[in-house]
Nanobody, 123 residues
Framework: QVQLVESGGGLVEPGGSLRLSCAASGSISRINRMGWYRQAPGKERELVASITSGGSTNYADSVKGRFTISRDSVHETTYLQMNSLKPEDTAVYYC?????????????????WGQGTQVTVSS
């Protein structure tokens, strides 16, 4: 099992910055992808950014150029640096991890989710 604990959310003014952290614990081997999703009230959960064990990143169009995802060498912690925040970024942000069952990814794996951290952008 993998446990994910997020931190770093809060209230910021438009144009401000926040850095979210997600610490993974438990069976952290073979985690080959981590990322961040967000969900605003009344809306579907959406992918914000993801990063693979090889360092490949993916971003939602709405955050490109403003947000940066990073990780440590063994995926023990992943970060989301959020700059130039907008009111539209207000949401609960969830950490995500995918862990393969074996060294062969073709055999599948398990999704894990953090508890979520609130980000509010308002003046």
């Amino acid at each position: 099992q993998v446990q994910l604990v997020e931190s770093g959310g809060g209230l910021v003014e438009p144009g401000g910055s926040l850095r979210l952290s997600c610490a993974a614990s438990g069976s952290i081997s073979r985690i080959n992808r981590m990322g961040w999703y967000r969900q605003a009230p009344g809306k579907e959960r959406e992918l914000v950014a993801s990063i693979t064990s090889g360092g490949s990143t993916n971003y939602a169009d709405s955050v490109k150029g403003r947000f940066t995802i990073s990780r440590d060498s063994v995926h023990e912690t992943t970060y989301l640096q959020m700059n130039s925040l907008k009111p539209e970024d207000t949401a609960v942000y969830y950490c995500y991890a995918f862990r393969t069952y074996t060294a062969q990814p073709a055999y599948g794996g398990q999704d894990y989710w953090g508890q979520g951290t609130q980000v509010t952008v308002s003046s």
